[in-house]
């Protein structure tokens, strides 16, 4: 694989050498923040990381190379794209082949950290089981990524849009720990539902890095889920959200969305209906995520060390 991938030289000198690494996405960015504050948003989160004694290795694709540890200028090239292609594991090859670039979801993400060696994932949310899944079979490949890749997932939960019963479902099928951090909740990203609960509730990173560092040990494939809750003064409204996501479900029937373009469209929807406050909030959440998973790498080196 190393013919298509790129790891930045301090990147591989920081992993090579067992230093905490924090993996990162601008999907999350991308899709709900216009540029050029998108470009300050991923360097400040960057800088929160390396100001928290780790690395961050923010991941895209190039001219069809798989890069772990974009520099500044290439985080800036694809933030800068106009509609940036969302890249999925299913996408890569084409992209690779085609010598294309664009911006990664949770599931490639997730692929390219683990050709990296980077143990830890930072994101705002994972995609899901889609509400009518049942009828259409539309269901996030980030799910089936997780029960197969090694990489801990640091995030807040699943976005509401989703059917996140469904989902947990989902993932208690295909063996993917569900671990709430400080909360037996669920997050439902900017939504705190209390008729969804996690497996399990541990609220000390060092214990979160035992369990995953278990987990591998055991050869039991598959990542885990590190659900950290949004911040107080990013919760949405549960009732004032549903009603948001089916009047933003109603207009993408009538409008015949495409289902490659239904999440970002919901997203962008969604945001109008709450005058770009959940593009205010992501800010705060994918900060306070990434502050979270820097701690949890921490504790994984300082096992593999052991």
Same mark, same amino acid.
């Given at each position: 694989?190393?013919?298509?991938?790129? +790891?930045?030289?301090?990147?591989?000198?920081?992993?090579?050498? /067992?230093?905490? &690494?924090?993996?990162l996405e601008l999907n999350s960015i991308s899709k709900v923040v216009p540029y050029p504050q998108s470009l300050?948003? %991923?360097?400040? =989160?960057?800088?929160? =990381?390396?100001s928290s004694g780790a690395y961050p290795a923010t991941l895209g694709i190039i001219d069809g190379k798989l890069i772990a540890g974009l520099t500044s200028s290439e985080i800036a090239? $694809?933030?800068?794209?106009?509609? #940036?292609?969302k890249i999925s594991t299913r996408d890569i090859s084409y992209f690779i082949s085609q010598k294309l670039s664009g *911006?990664? *979801?949770?599931?490639?993400? @997730?692929?390219?950290?683990? @050709? #990296?060696? +980077?143990?830890? @994932?930072?994101?705002? #949310? =994972?995609?899901g089981v889609h509400r009518g899944a049942v009828e259409n079979f539309d269901i996030s490949s980030d799910l089936q990524e997780l029960s197969s890749t090694n990489v801990a997932v640091v995030c807040s939960g699943v976005n509401y849009i989703f059917d996140i019963p469904l989902t947990l479902e989902y993932l208690?099928?295909?063996? &993917?720990? &569900?671990?709430?951090?400080? *909360?037996?909740?669920?997050p439902a990203f900017y939504v705190l539902d209390d008729r969804l609960k996690v497996e399990y509730r541990i609220d000390h990173p060092k214990e979160i890095a035992s369990l995953i560092d278990t987990k591998w040990n055991l050869g039991i494939k598959g990542g885990v889920i590190v659900a950290n809750p949004v911040p107080p003064a990013c919760v949405i409204d549960r009732e004032t959200m549903e009603s948001y996501v089916k009047m #933003?479900?109603?207009? %993408?029937?009538?409008?015949? +969305?495409?289902?490659?373009?239904?999440t970002s469209y919901m997203i962008e929807e969604i945001d109008s209906y *709450?005058?770009?406050?959940t593009?205010?909030? =992501?800010?705060? +959440?994918?900060? /306070?995520? %990434?502050?979270?998973?820097?701690?949890?790498?921490?504790? $994984?080196?300082?096992?593999?060390?052991?």
């Open positions: 694989m190393n013919k298509y991938l790129f +790891i930045e030289k301090n990147l591989e000198k920081i992993i090579r050498s /067992n230093k905490p &690494v924090v993996g300050n948003l %991923a360097m400040e =989160i960057e800088d929160i =990381i390396k090239y $694809l933030l800068s794209m106009d509609h #940036a292609p *911006t990664l *979801t949770s599931a490639a993400a @997730l692929f390219i950290s683990k @050709l #990296a060696g +980077i143990r830890v @994932l930072s994101t705002a #949310a =994972i995609g208690k099928t295909y063996g &993917v720990p &569900v671990v709430g951090y400080t *909360t037996d909740i669920f #933003a479900l109603e207009k %993408a029937r009538q409008s015949h +969305i495409d289902r490659k373009d239904f *709450t005058k770009g406050k593009m205010q909030y =992501i800010g705060e +959440i994918l900060k /306070n995520n %990434a502050r979270l998973s820097c701690i949890i790498s921490d504790e $994984l080196t300082n096992l593999y060390k052991e």
